[in-house]
């Protein structure tokens, strides 16, 4: 039986950790529940992620069954929410296709598990199966100030071909509110899974300084 998305959609599996972020995740959520070439979304949220979600997000969803529901704000209906627990869970194994994974916020012990090749919860284990297999892994670390324990697991994932996409949200187009620098930092990891947003800014170079008249 095929479990994932229908022929020609992508399938994405967006993992949530236990690291300050809860509106980044919420918003990667429903711009790929929103986005038509997205059949399928496999959600994974470590404990320490929920922990989280429910203090930034105020979240107060007892059952798991309408966790994905919360977290998008919104019903969902392509996001089949994994528990971490499951190890023996569809994207435990490389024989299971799909077309990327966004940890998104990636917290620094996650960053370490993957780094250093310990699977022991859902998210773990399909992070390094995307090594693996040679499959794109976004990790969307966040912490500040980074620690050279921090700085070098980075690098390491990164050479195991991970790409480190640190929670660091854009200024050059001028964000007005949060939801704007949100927007624009989920657009930017979207577009490196092949999924371009077209809310998405794009810098065009520095506009030409107006002229000013000479008089003499
Ligand atoms: C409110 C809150 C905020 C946190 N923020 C961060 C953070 O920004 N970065 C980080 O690496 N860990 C942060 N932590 C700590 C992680 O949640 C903790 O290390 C946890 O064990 C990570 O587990 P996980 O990777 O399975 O989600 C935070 C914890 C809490 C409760």
């Known amino acids: 039986m095929r479990r994932g998305a229908p022929r020609n959609l992508k399938t994405v599996v967006l993992g949530v950790t236990g690291a300050s972020g809860a509106r980044f995740a919420r918003c990667a959520l429903q711009m790929l529940e929103s986005d038509e070439r997205v059949g399928k979304i496999h959600l994974v949220i470590s404990g320490a992620g929920l922990k989280v979600l429910r203090s930034e997000l105020d979240l107060t969803v007892s059952r798991t069954e309408t966790l994905a529901t919360a977290l998008a704000a919104r019903p969902v209906s392509k996001t089949e929410l994994l528990l971490d627990s499951d190890i023996g869970a569809s994207i ?9 994974m966004i940890i998104l916020p990636c917290s620094t012990g996650c960053l370490a598990q993957i780094a250093h090749g310990f699977s022991q919860t859902l998210i773990e284990r399909a992070a390094d199966v995307c090594l693996k297999e040679r499959r794109k892994l976004i990790l969307a670390v966040r912490d500040t100030p980074l620690s050279r ?22 200024y050059y187009h001028q964000p007005r509110t949060i939801e704007d620098l949100v927007t624009q930092f989920c657009c930017r990891v ?7 947003q077209a809310v998405q800014f794009r810098w065009e170079g520095e506009k030409p300084a107006p002229k000013t008249k000479i008089t003499r």
Do not use: K, R, T
């Open 92 to 100: 435990a194994s490389g024989s299971y296709h799909h077309d990327g």
């Open 149 to 170: 324990v921090h700085l070098q697991n980075m690098l390491l994932a990164q050479e195991a071909g991970a790409e480190i996409f640190p929670i660091m949200p854009s």
């Open 190 to 196: 979207l577009a490196h899974l092949g999924l371009d």
